[in-house]
């Protein structure tokens, strides 16, 4: 495993990271243990969570997958101080009007119940989970500020943030001297391009902001585990998710699937490890977000660790999935 600088500053995060919107879900608390041990083991110290995981599963109130990692890291597999630990605040967890958005009063209320459910004393990287039209900036990057400064969190970043609304908070936090973002996590995969490359991508490398790209593998469709012309299994994401319908639509994509897999042949790796290779050569990226359910779908993940792509790889791939315009 290698290890790269989360945007501007010296803190130092795995090539990958291991998200937890599974736990909780699609992989229950038991099964969630063996998939944390065995990227602790394999060197991954970056995890990213949210409030909201996975409030969504039937009767599941939310903070799941966070109690899940309290309850693992009590179990001492390892040391929390070698853990950099990410979650994120926004969505709603309650039914009062102040249980959602990204109010002062809301954000500090989170703060302490995420630090309770995770069993920790501060949060590495807090993330505002995406924007809240109600609330200014400036209110928000105040709260945020002022835990920085209490030191319940250690740096801030964002997730599913329009690059007009970044630089509204890049220039509030320089304009007010209030913590700033270090990171973005935005929707990004071989399958969807334009939405961080167009206008995001600029804007990442000219504040030096961190990209922690999610869904890098497009739902799994990058995984090569549907086939063309046969209906998704069920169950699967896949016979559920119009997303994923809509990709196995276009020809396009299912050529890109075949041209990762004859790439991937002549190195000894999968599709998907491939796709996240491609990811991991883009200038700004500096850990996409896995999603393991399983310790054997992890083990595959794991192979991209260390996977540097070649020019001419490169080109092919992205002759296939270059963004209109």
Same mark, same amino acid.
């Given at each position: ?5 989360l @945007?501007?500053?010296g803190l130092k995060v795995? &090539?990958l +990271?291991?998200?937890t ?6 992989a229950?608390?038991a099964?969630?243990?063996p998939?944390?041990?065995a990227?602790?083991?394999?060197g991954i110290?970056?995890?990213d ?10 009767g599941n109130p939310?903070g799941v997958a966070?109690t ?10 390892v ?6 630990i990410?979650?994120?605040?926004a969505g709603e967890m309650?039914e009062?009007p102040n249980?959602r958005?990204l109010s002062r009063?809301h954000?500090?209320?989170?703060? #302490?119940?995420s630090?309770? *459910?995770?069993?920790?004393d =501060?949060?590495?990287?807090?993330q505002?989970?995406?924007p809240? &039209?109600e609330?200014?900036?400036e ?5 945020l500020d002022?835990?920085?400064?209490? $030191?319940?969190? #250690?740096?801030? @970043? +964002?997730?599913?943030?329009p690059?007009? *609304? !970044? ?6 936090s320089? #304009? =007010?001297?209030l913590?700033?973002f ?5 929707h990004?995969?071989l ?7 167009r206008? !995001?991508?600029?804007v +990442?490398?000219?504040y ?12 799994g469709? !990058?995984? @090569?585990?549907?086939?063309?012309? &046969?209906?998704a ?7 559920t998710?119009? #997303?994923?319908?809509g ?5 396009r994509?299912w050529a890109?699937l075949?041209e ?5 042949a ?5 599709t998907s490890?491939?796709?996240? $290779? ?6 700004t990226? %500096? ?6 359910r399983t310790? &054997? ?10 996977? *540097?792509?070649d020019?001419?790889e490169l080109?092919?791939i992205?002759?296939?999935? %270059?963004p209109a315009?």
């Open positions: 495993m290698e290890y790269r600088r @945007g501007n500053t795995s &090539e +990271c291991l998200g919107m599974q736990f909780g879900w699609t229950d608390e099964s969630s243990y998939v944390l041990t990227a602790a083991e394999a110290n970056f995890l969570t949210a409030d909201i995981y996975s409030r969504w599963a039937e939310g966070e899940i990692i309290g309850k693992w890291l009590k179990q001492g597999v040391p929390r101080d070698q853990l950099v990410a979650t994120k605040v309650g009062g249980d958005g009063a954000v500090l209320a989170s703060a #302490r119940a630090l309770r *459910r995770l069993g920790v =501060h949060i590495d990287l807090y505002l989970h995406w809240d &039209e609330t200014p900036i209110e928000t990057l105040s709260a002022d835990l920085v400064h209490m $030191g319940d969190v #250690r740096y801030i @970043g +964002c997730s599913n943030y690059a007009w *609304r !970044l630089m509204q908070a890049l220039w509030a320089e #304009r =007010h001297h913590a700033s270090v990171s973005l996590q935005p990004y995969s399958l969807n391009r334009s939405e961080y490359e206008e !995001l991508e600029d +990442c490398q000219t030096g902001l961190g990209v922690l790209p999610y869904s890098p593998l497009a739902g469709f !990058l995984s @090569g585990k549907y086939k063309r012309g &046969e209906p299994p069920s169950p699967s994401r896949g016979a998710s119009r #997303r994923l319908q990709y196995m639509k276009v020809e994509n890109l075949d990762l897999r004859d790439l991937g002549a190195r000894g790796k999968t490890q491939m796709a996240l $290779g491609w990811l991991l050569a883009r200038p990226v %500096t850990s996409p977000i896995i999603g393991p310790v &054997e779908q992890l083990q595959d993940n794991l192979g991209a660790a260390g996977l *540097r792509l020019p001419p080109a092919s992205e002759a296939l999935t %270059t315009g």
